[in-house]
């Protein structure tokens, strides 16, 4: 089976601190994703990634900045934490950027205070 | 804009079928239909996508109607695990997922 790991399951930072989410992959799947989900709001695409080194934006960007230097790990970064950031963060993963499934973690709720 | 139309909730009683409506009226040629679902404090899940024509695999079958304007998951025969949202979208090849509000199922004892 695919396992889409992500790092923690809960996280409390600080306003300010520089946040590093982690996502890794065991299935050598070339696309990666980083997704946050809020109530009422669903779930919203932040940075995606069809291969090493390659970011493309999402639709919420704006905060963010995402990593990507082995195909198996997809990181997320919040330069500087705010509390409009606390939120369930999903990462996902899938073998091509046509694959039909995607596989996806089972979250970190982040919580900035 | 949304791309797809979901009922908000719904309700189906244990071991009936699930029918899950979709509409996806601006749906264009080359874009497929997926369904996902998202159990509570889990990650979402793929079911099954189709393009035209009717699908079926071990979770679901996907109807779509012939002019590809709506479709329906049916889930066979429901179970308490089958409660979760469930999420109809409409994607081109290499194009990420967008997710909408889903529909919620809840399967009733």
């Known amino acids: 089976d695919v396992k889409v790991t992500q790092s923690s399951r809960y996280l409390v930072k600080r306003t300010g601190e520089k946040v590093f989410l982690e996502c890794v992959q065991d299935?050598?799947?070339?696309?990666m994703f980083w997704y946050r989900q809020d109530p009422g709001l669903g779930l919203r695409l932040i940075y995606f990634?069809?291969?090493?080194?390659?970011?493309e934006k999402g639709d919420i960007p704006e905060g963010y900045s995402v990593s990507r230097e082995k195909k198996e790990r997809f990181s997320l970064i919040l330069e500087s934490a705010s509390t409009n950031q606390t939120s369930m963060y999903l990462c996902?993963?899938?073998?091509?950027?046509?694959?039909?499934?995607?596989?996806f973690g089972q979250g970190t709720r982040l919580t900035v205070v | 804009d949304a791309k797809t139309t979901q009922p908000t909730s719904m309700d189906c009683a244990e071991g009936r079928a699930a029918n899950l409506p979709c509409n996806h009226s601006?749906?264009?040629?080359?874009?497929?239909v997926y369904w996902y679902r998202q159990i509570h404090s889990q990650g979402p899940q793929y079911i099954i996508h189709?393009?035209?024509n009717n699908e079926t695999n071990e979770m679901a079958s996907l109807i779509i109607t012939e002019d590809r304007k709506s479709s329906t998951l049916i889930l066979p025969h429901a179970t308490l695990r089958d409660t979760a949202v469930y999420y109809c979208?409409?994607?081109?090849?290499?194009?990420?997922?967008?997710f909408g509000k889903g529909t919620r199922l809840s399967v009733i004892a």
């Open positions: 996902a993963s899938s073998l091509s950027a046509s694959a039909p499934e995607a596989f």
């Open positions: 299935m050598d799947h070339e696309n």
């Open positions: 990634s069809y291969d090493v080194k390659m970011k």
């Open positions: 601006t749906i264009s040629g080359n874009e497929y």
């Open positions: 189709g393009l035209k």
């Open positions: 979208i409409v994607r081109s090849g290499n194009t990420p997922l967008v």
